[in-house]
Protein backbone atom coordinates (compact mmCIF):
# COMPACT_ATOMS: atom_id res chain seq x y z
CA UNK A 1 0.00 0.00 0.00
CA UNK A 2 2.87 2.62 0.73
CA UNK A 3 4.34 2.26 -2.87
CA UNK A 4 0.36 2.85 -4.25
CA UNK A 5 0.16 5.93 -2.01
CA UNK A 6 4.21 7.41 -2.85
CA UNK A 7 2.74 6.95 -6.73
CA UNK A 8 -0.41 8.51 -6.36
CA UNK A 9 1.27 11.69 -4.53
CA UNK A 10 4.15 11.60 -7.09
CA UNK A 11 1.20 11.94 -9.96
CA UNK A 12 -0.58 14.65 -7.60
CA UNK A 13 3.24 16.50 -8.09
CA UNK A 14 3.41 16.31 -11.40
CA UNK A 15 -0.08 17.20 -12.01
CA UNK A 16 -0.29 20.08 -9.56
CA UNK A 17 2.88 21.59 -11.43
CA UNK A 18 2.03 21.18 -15.00
CA UNK A 19 -1.55 22.68 -14.27
CA UNK A 20 0.14 25.53 -12.78
CA UNK A 21 2.63 26.34 -15.35
CA UNK A 22 0.52 25.14 -18.40
CA UNK A 23 -2.65 26.60 -17.35
CA UNK A 24 -0.24 29.88 -16.98
CA UNK A 25 1.20 29.54 -20.02
CA UNK A 26 -1.35 28.76 -22.43
CA UNK A 27 -4.58 29.34 -21.05
CA UNK A 28 -4.76 32.12 -18.35
CA UNK A 29 -2.61 34.58 -20.47
CA UNK A 30 -4.70 34.02 -23.60
CA UNK A 31 -7.89 34.65 -21.82
CA UNK A 32 -6.59 37.73 -20.26
CA UNK A 33 -5.82 39.10 -23.54
CA UNK A 34 -9.42 39.10 -24.68
CA UNK A 35 -11.35 42.59 -24.23
CA UNK A 36 -14.44 41.23 -23.58
CA UNK A 37 -13.86 39.67 -20.08
CA UNK A 38 -16.58 40.90 -17.45
CA UNK A 39 -15.85 43.83 -15.37
CA UNK A 40 -16.60 43.40 -12.03
CA UNK A 41 -15.66 45.96 -9.27
CA UNK A 42 -15.30 48.91 -12.06
CA UNK A 43 -12.71 46.78 -14.10
CA UNK A 44 -11.57 43.42 -15.45
CA UNK A 45 -9.09 43.27 -13.22
CA UNK A 46 -10.77 41.77 -10.35
CA UNK A 47 -12.25 38.96 -12.56
CA UNK A 48 -8.36 38.63 -14.09
CA UNK A 49 -7.33 38.15 -10.02
CA UNK A 50 -10.11 35.71 -9.18
CA UNK A 51 -9.46 33.34 -12.09
CA UNK A 52 -5.79 33.32 -11.55
CA UNK A 53 -5.98 32.40 -8.01
CA UNK A 54 -8.55 29.96 -8.52
CA UNK A 55 -6.66 28.49 -11.41
CA UNK A 56 -3.96 28.46 -8.75
CA UNK A 57 -5.52 27.17 -6.06
CA UNK A 58 -6.63 23.61 -7.36
CA UNK A 59 -2.51 23.23 -7.54
CA UNK A 60 -2.48 24.09 -4.28
CA UNK A 61 -5.32 21.46 -2.98
CA UNK A 62 -3.44 18.84 -5.00
CA UNK A 63 -0.48 19.56 -3.70
CA UNK A 64 -1.81 19.14 -0.12
CA UNK A 65 -3.80 16.10 -1.09
CA UNK A 66 -0.31 14.55 -2.23
CA UNK A 67 1.23 15.67 1.13
CA UNK A 68 -1.79 14.03 3.27
CA UNK A 69 -1.25 10.87 0.81
CA UNK A 70 2.57 10.92 2.29
CA UNK A 71 1.91 11.20 5.38
CA UNK A 72 -1.01 8.34 5.35
CA UNK A 73 2.28 6.13 3.76
CA UNK A 74 4.27 6.86 7.36
CA UNK A 75 3.63 4.07 9.64
CA UNK A 76 3.97 7.06 12.39
CA UNK A 77 1.05 8.94 10.46
CA UNK A 78 -1.23 10.60 13.32
CA UNK A 79 -4.67 12.56 12.74
CA UNK A 80 -2.81 15.44 14.29
CA UNK A 81 0.01 15.14 12.07
CA UNK A 82 -3.28 15.04 8.98
CA UNK A 83 -4.89 17.90 10.43
CA UNK A 84 -1.80 20.04 10.66
CA UNK A 85 -1.65 19.66 6.67
CA UNK A 86 -5.15 20.41 6.30
CA UNK A 87 -4.47 23.64 8.12
CA UNK A 88 -1.73 24.64 5.95
CA UNK A 89 -3.10 23.52 2.96
CA UNK A 90 -6.06 26.04 3.76
CA UNK A 91 -3.75 28.59 5.16
CA UNK A 92 -1.85 28.81 1.94
CA UNK A 93 -5.32 29.32 -0.04
CA UNK A 94 -5.86 32.09 2.15
CA UNK A 95 -2.50 33.61 1.36
CA UNK A 96 -3.32 33.47 -2.55
CA UNK A 97 -6.90 34.75 -2.41
CA UNK A 98 -5.85 37.38 -0.32
CA UNK A 99 -2.65 38.46 -2.44
CA UNK A 100 -3.95 37.77 -5.73
CA UNK A 101 -7.19 39.67 -4.95
CA UNK A 102 -5.66 42.21 -2.77
CA UNK A 103 -8.38 41.41 -0.08
CA UNK A 104 -11.24 42.02 -2.47
CA UNK A 105 -12.51 38.30 -2.80
CA UNK A 106 -13.86 37.20 0.33
CA UNK A 107 -12.60 33.74 0.43
CA UNK A 108 -9.32 34.18 1.75
CA UNK A 109 -11.42 35.10 5.11
CA UNK A 110 -12.99 31.91 5.10
CA UNK A 111 -10.13 29.84 4.13
CA UNK A 112 -8.23 31.52 6.99
CA UNK A 113 -11.05 30.17 9.18
CA UNK A 114 -10.82 26.68 8.02
CA UNK A 115 -7.13 26.53 8.68
CA UNK A 116 -7.51 28.29 12.57
CA UNK A 117 -9.89 26.19 13.09
CA UNK A 118 -8.37 23.10 11.58
CA UNK A 119 -4.95 24.31 13.42
CA UNK A 120 -6.93 24.39 16.68
CA UNK A 121 -8.64 20.95 16.33
CA UNK A 122 -4.97 19.36 16.05
CA UNK A 123 -3.39 21.15 18.73
CA UNK A 124 -6.18 20.10 20.98
CA UNK A 125 -6.32 16.53 19.73
CA UNK A 126 -9.96 16.77 18.71
CA UNK A 127 -10.00 14.58 15.80
Same mark, same amino acid.
Given at each position: MTVLLYLAAALLILVSLAHSYLGERYILIRLFKRDNLPELFGSSDFTIRTLRFAWHLTSIAWLGFATLL???? +?????????????? &?????? +????????????? +??????? &? +? &????????????
Open positions: ITLA +SPEFTAAALLKITA &VTFALH +SVLALGLSKGKHW +SWLLFAV &V +S &VLTLTAGVNGQN
